[in-house]
């Protein structure tokens, strides 16, 4: 019963992302819907921007907490409609907030299950996460090499501290999420124009979104080299 305890949070978010899943409710966060509805969503940002704000982070929070493959639909989303500097605060609050979620439920879960049976790479994992806390987090986030929801829950296993794990969220995406806004704002761009054409590549927003994914891009590769050296 007490396991039972420990576990319910946890159980929680995957009933409702296994819920989530078979309702299909990603399937909502198209673009083509968003296309299609960008001017009623632009009149209602008009009339309720702070109340439209807090809606988006609260599902950006959510879909994050849930594994939901549309967060980085949402985070183009953002800075389609909220620019680069709101979009990208947002982008990068709601999704530590949600990370947050996953991370402590998880590690009140797994808390005394690890033990000496973890093996080598195991063990250094664990050592990793718990002596180097910050700049192991910020190493995972900053370069892609594993997926954001592994990384919380490999995390929380390891029983990774609290503060370390927020601020080590929070620093890391912010490169990632201000890329991906800005390729929201460029969408934005490219929508308000009537078809793609060579002006449309021109534009600085476009421009930029693409260096930044340029980039990003690049970043695994000089990763790799650092650590052969």
């Known amino acids: 019963m007490r396991r039972l305890k420990k576990a319910l949070p946890l159980l929680v978010l995957v009933a409702l992302g296994v819920l989530a899943w078979s309702l299909h409710l990603f399937d909502l966060f198209t673009f083509e819907s968003l296309k299609a509805h ?25 879909a994050v907490a849930l594994s939901l493959p549309i967060a980085t ?6 800075g389609l409609l909220f ?8 982008v990068v609050i709601s999704a530590t907030l949600g990370a947050c979620l996953v991370f402590l439920s998880t590690r009140l879960a797994s808390k005394d299950l690890l033990d000496k049976k973890l093996g080598k790479r195991g063990a250094k994992l664990q050592k990793g996460f718990q002596d180097n ?18 990384v919380n829950i490999a995390a929380a296993v390891f029983q990774m501290r609290f ?9 890391g995406i912010i490169p ?17 124009k009537e078809g793609v054409t060579p002006k449309v590549a021109l534009d600085p927003h476009v421009l930029l979104a693409l260096a930044g994914l340029g980039v990003l891009s690049l970043l695994p590769v000089l990763y790799g080299r650092m650590r052969k050296k």
């Open 163 to 171: 503060v370390p794990f927020v601020l080590g969220t929070f620093l």
């Open 133 to 150: 806390a910050l700049s192991y987090l910020l190493t995972l986030r900053l370069i892609p090499l594993f997926p954001f929801v592994v």
């Open 83 to 90: 620019g680069q500097w709101v979009g990208t605060s947002a």
């Open 73 to 78: 639909f949402l985070t183009l989303t953002g």
């Open 176 to 192: 990632g999420s201000f890329v991906y806004v800005s390729l929201g704002v460029a969408l934005r761009t490219v929508l308000q």
């Open 38 to 62: 960008q001017k009623a969503l632009d009149a209602h940002l008009a009339q309720h921007w702070v109340l439209t704000l807090l809606i988006f982070m609260g599902i950006y929070c959510a």
